[in-house]
């Protein structure tokens, strides 16, 4: 490997040996977006397509409540209570435990 670059997502090779993969934070510093890249990548999806406004609020729901993709696309309206501000959502990871979410931007 030369000297300042990143490792790549195959075996590494340290003093002769081989290591295995790298861990994610030999690779990249963090595990996550910051609001203004989840803000970006909301404003050029309402761009694009006949469904830019959907595709909008889908990113923006999935980085502020941190849905899954299953949770996000199996919601219906009557898991979301407006007047309570509230969001019902069966988890898909670890069983079918219910967790309730907040709509209110903190």
């Known amino acids: 490997m030369r ?3 990143k490792p790549v997502l195959r075996t590494v090779v340290k003093h002769g040996r ?10 990249r510093n963090r595990e996550h977006l910051t609001p203004a890249e ?13 469904y830019g406004h959907r595709d909008a609020l889908a990113i923006r729901m999935t980085a502020r ?19 309570a501000g509230l969001i019902h959502v069966t988890r898909k990871k670890n069983g079918y ?10």
């Open 3 to 5: 000297s300042g670059s």
């Open 18 to 27: 081989h290591v295995g993969r790298p861990t994610n934070m030999e690779v």
């Open 38 to 50: 989840v803000e970006a990548l909301a404003q050029a999806a309402r761009t694009r397509g006949r």
């Open 65 to 83: 409540h941190g849905f899954r993709v299953s949770e996000l696309c199996e919601l219906r309206w009557d898991q979301i209570d407006l007047r």
């Open 97 to 106: 435990r219910r967790r309730t979410r907040s709509l209110a931007m903190k």
